[in-house]
């Protein structure tokens, strides 16, 4: 049977339009990759194959046909937090257990209509608390590099589910790096998009003024593709912003000349793994021969950054997610009062890293505290945001490494929650500055083979910088991409 | 109590009657079957966002410029974090730290006097749900229709110095709100909603006693009844050597009393924040000088229009001005028929009395201005006197038709007839010989009595004018 997820979007759009392929076979091929290598990977939170037959059947069917559909039949899993109607939702939290929502999220009713082949839904971190998709009720997803590697998170069945060909492209959220994170554990291209530039709507929150919903890919062009279609000002989200759509595609274009990027000091840093250090400086000298231009730069808040994502971030998801009690929906665990039935049900349905943040959270925004923690962490957020404004002064595009280390051994960090949340370290400051940035393979370590990303940071709304950039270095890079032995 | 001072400050919960609740497009309807009028957004479901309605935002300025407060600059909402089964979110979106405006006040007349009663501030902020308890039931309902329903909290500052200001302040409250046509005011169907906080002190104490705050009142007469017990209550429990503590009461209207419901110890941290899903904007200052100008006359200036224009006395200019609807009506009815004194007796009195008598509302009504001067023309043209009229009056309010088909149907139509009036009034004279002689030797007043037996022997259809005459001529003629 034909593979058809080892395809791009774009080469798989091609081969539907010119041998006619029908969704119904793109469905059984999805099924029989599934069948093979999910059982390693575990990818997936809900995979119903009746209902993925089914959507494909009406595709098929459907005498209008999305022929012209920019996604038309092209598979794509949703990350669990993304409410897809009357299909599990969960969070990969038990205390969502059996949530159907109601209504579609935006990006999903978009790409409903752009005749995309909705494929499940992927495993993540629980209310994508975490770095390494270790948090999930449904247990860790393995890293299609290494099984017994983590895929990074909190988007890790995206990531991985792309990387080991389960599906063709992938929606992640990203709070503190939870696109980028995995995308560059797993080898393939994550991207979050700038705050704002994607509806929040129907994504379930976990730091409302931070996350952001973005493609992950197996190579830019695709990132480009499914930015387009997720992408746009939406009534139903506030904070979502009425700037035109440009055609993302038009961007991807190999043209780097004269393009000043900025390099940070505060982030080649000791302790940098040497293989990460090693990969960068590579892409970061193709990039020169290309006719980029290289400074560096200061961005001298970083260090702070991680506490104030850790205060902000839990003090939104507190409150976020005080409407998990066992009322309305999800697991409820009975008991004679009130009360009892909200300890109850929050004790036995949160797993312990979100109670961990939720306690974090609720802690920093009681009174007495509030001053110290939320409101000083809204002010060096602040200091943050106006480091990037200076160094966008100096130059167009920053260039850093994704993650400090390539994907680590499952079971390794989870005891150690400090030494997991440095995992986001370089990722962090983009979603409180709420500027786009995009990671994308620059590699493999020596020993173990396993991938390592580069990060772009651009200014806000200049998500056609990141893509000209990230696929001019896409098509250059002087290394050859490996797929997963499984 | 003359030793000790009063002081009380009230919180009031205004629903705005906007066509869609406060951040969806759900329906704000009162009286819909339970949970119908619901969606993801104001049933809290994951993922789902607010959005602010823009009616909601312009009816709130509106309240702010009508009580003289100052808009702010910038609209921010906050979320308040507290768990109840009624909130769906756990929280409730509202404003805390930079309300919707500040200052501003309500002037009251009290002792003739006319009093300032100041307000702090005005925010805005969702409505929770419903909890219905069914005592036969070992659970409870939830009805989430009133989620998200838009509110207005106007707080007071402690201005208010007995219960009965506090009476006044809040019918003062309602008849600007009612010019505003933003709200039903309604407190026993929860559109408005009143929170008390009183404290008593020595005379010359300076600063203010330990407050207690009353909830639970479900009229503006339970408002000052309530405040009535509370004020009683501490002063008895000062005088009896003892602390006020500080604390929360609910009112038991059945029992006339206040209960304990928690001490300050118990209240809730509520963690406000900035609420993330509602980014901050500018309130242009053009949108608020816009509603400003479109603003309608208040009472106030109504009611020294009224006294101008139509010659009315303060004390009915400023009983006409105080519904909306009424003061309308009064206006309408001057224009068909230029006679406002009297249309204002009509409405002041009789109508009046009917709206106590079936604890109704004028809005409620339906007479139209033709019912009204259509009736008063009858009695100036002396087809019906005033006796007949008032209950035409109340046939026409309770079964809608007019007072000409009224005297047509039931045939009654004054008896102006001399001659039959001249034959009751022999039969009067002859029925009561004292009466007469008391007359004649000189007791002015007892021809009314006379005229007031001939009334009653036509069920009061006689023209009393006629009757006098009648009656006053024959006894002239026969003492001649």
């Known amino acids: 049977m034909q593979e058809y997820c080892k395809l791009s979007a774009n080469q798989l759009k091609e081969d539907i339009a010119s041998k006619n392929i029908k969704a119904a076979d793109i469905a059984s091929s999805l099924i029989s990759r599934y069948d093979k290598v999910e059982p390693k990977i575990n990818g997936f939170a809900h995979f119903d194959k009746e209902i993925l037959l089914g959507r494909a059947d009406t595709i098929d069917k459907d005498p209008k046909g999305p022929k012209n559909s920019p996604l038309n039949k092209v598979p794509v899993v949703i990350k669990d937090n993304i409410c897809v109607e009357n299909e599990l939702t969960t969070c990969a939290s038990k205390i969502l257990d059996g949530f159907r929502p109601p209504y579609d999220a935006t990006v999903v009713a978009k790409l409903k209509s752009s005749g995309a082949l909705l494929a499940g839904k992927a495993n993540m971190d629980e209310f994508a608390f975490g770095s390494s998709c270790e948090t999930s009720c449904y247990g860790p997803t393995k890293n299609p590099y290494d099984l017994n590697r983590i895929p990074g998170g909190s988007s890790g069945g995206s990531a991985a589910l792309v990387a080991a060909d389960e599906t063709v492209l992938a929606l992640g959220s990203d709070t503190g790096g939870s696109i980028r994170q995995p995308a560059a554990l797993c080898g393939v291209v994550g991207m979050k998009p700038t705050y704002g530039r994607v509806s929040r709507y129907g994504l379930i929150a976990f730091g409302s003024s931070l996350d952001q919903i973005g493609p992950i890919t197996k190579d830019v062009t695709d990132s480009a593709i499914l930015l387009s279609v997720i992408s746009g000002y939406d009534p139903m989200d506030s904070t979502s912003v009425d700037i035109s759509v440009p055609d993302y595609t038009k961007s991807l274009a190999e043209d780097v000349k004269g393009l000043k990027i900025g390099l940070p000091r505060e982030y080649f840093i000791e302790g940098l793994d040497k293989d990460v250090k090693e990969r960068v400086s590579a892409a970061i000298s193709v990039l020169k021969e290309l006719g980029a231009e290289f400074i560096e730069i200061s961005l001298p808040h970083t260090e702070y950054a991680v506490s104030v994502y850790y205060i902000v971030g839990c003090s939104e998801a507190s409150s976020n997610l005080a409407r998990f009690d ?14 009892d039935m909200y300890k109850a049900t929050r004790k036995r349905g949160f797993g312990p890293e979100a109670r961990r943040r939720i306690i974090l959270g609720t802690y920093s925004l009681s009174s007495g505290y509030y001053d110290a923690y939320y409101l000083k962490a809204q002010k060096v957020r602040m200091l943050i945001k106006n480091d990037f404004d200076e160094a966008f002064k100096r130059c167009g595009l920053i260039l850093t490494p994704t993650s400090p280390t390539p994907a680590f051994k499952i079971g390794e960090k989870i005891k150690d929650p400090l030494s997991m949340y440095l995992s986001d370290i370089f990722t962090i400051p983009a979603n409180l500055a709420g500027i786009p940035a995009i990671s994308i393979p620059c590699g493999y370590s020596k020993e173990g083979g396993l991938p390592i990303g580069l990060q772009l940071m651009a200014k806000h709304f200049d998500e056609e910088t990141l893509i000209r950039t990230a696929y001019t270095y896409e098509q250059n890079a002087n290394w050859k991409k490996v797929r997963p032995n499984l | 109590m003359s030793e000790y001072l009063t002081t009380i400050g009230l919180e009031i919960h205004l629903q705005l009657a906007t066509k869609t609740k406060a951040f969806c497009g759900c329906q704000n309807k009162f009286g819909q079957s339970p949970n119908t009028a619901v969606c993801p957004v104001c049933l809290g479901f994951p993922g789902s966002l607010p959005v602010l309605n823009k009616e909601y935002f312009l009816c709130a300025i509106k309240v702010a410029l009508a009580l003289d407060s100052e808009v702010a600059e910038k609209m921010k909402f906050d979320r308040k974090n507290y768990f109840y ?103 026993e169907e929860g559109s408005l909603r009143c929170d008390a906080n009183i404290s008593i002190r020595p005379k010359q104490q300076k600063e203010l006693g330990t407050k207690v705050e009353l909830k639970n009142m479900n009229s503006f007469k339970g408002v000052k009844r309530a405040l009535e017990y509370e004020q009683k209550r501490q002063l008895e429990t000062i005088l009896a050597g003892e602390k006020i503590v500080q604390e929360t009461r609910l009112w038991n209207e059945d029992k006339k009393r206040t209960e304990p419901m928690r001490t300050k110890e118990e209240a809730h941290d509520y963690r406000y924040f900035p609420d993330p899903d509602l980014a901050d904007f500018t309130i242009s200052r053009d949108i608020v000088d816009k509603i400003r100008e479109s603003l309608p006359e208040t009472p106030q200036v109504k009611c020294n229009r009224f006294k101008d224009e139509y010659n009315l006395s303060e004390y009915d200019a400023s009983v006409l001005v105080m519904d909306k609807p009424l003061s309308d009506f009064f206006e309408a009815c001057v224009k068909l028929y230029a006679k406002p004194k009297y249309i204002a007796n009509w409405l002041i009195g009789e109508l009046q009395s009917y709206l106590n008598e079936h604890n109704s509302e004028f809005k409620l009504l339906s007479i139209t201005p033709r019912h009204l001067t259509e009736m008063i023309e009858l009695i100036d043209k002396g087809v019906i006197n005033n006796k007949l009229a008032k209950d035409i009056l109340k046939e026409i309010l309770s079964t809608g038709k007019t007072a000409g088909n009224i005297v047509k149907e039931k045939g009654i139509s004054q008896i102006t007839d001399k001659s039959a009036i001249q034959q009751l009034a022999y039969e009067v004279l002859k029925e009561n010989p004292k009466v007469r002689d008391d007359y004649v030797s000189g007791k002015k007043n007892a021809l009314g009595f006379l005229v007031g037996q001939l009334m009653k022997k036509t069920q009061g259809k006689a023209n009393p004018a006629i009757a006098n005459q009648v009656l006053k001529h024959i006894i002239e003629k026969d003492k001649t």
């Open chain 2, 85 to 187: 089964p009624d909130l769906p979110k756990n929280y409730q979106i509202s404003q805390y730290d930079m309300p919707l405006s500040k200052g501003g006040f309500i002037e009251i007349t009290i002792d003739n006097a006319v009093k300032k009663i100041g307000i702090t501030r005005v925010h805005m902020e969702e409505d929770a749900g419903k909890l219905i308890h069914d005592e036969k039931e070992p659970f409870s309902y939830v009805d989430y229709n009133r989620t998200g329903t838009p509110l207005l909290e106007i707080v007071s500052e402690p201005d208010i110095a007995s219960p009965d200001e506090a009476y006044s302040y809040l019918v003062c409250l309602k008849s600007v709100l009612s010019y505003l046509d933003v709200s039903d005011c309604n407190m």
């Open chain 1, 326 to 339: 066992g009322v309305q929906y999800g697991s409820r665990e009975n008991r004679d009062s009130l009360m």
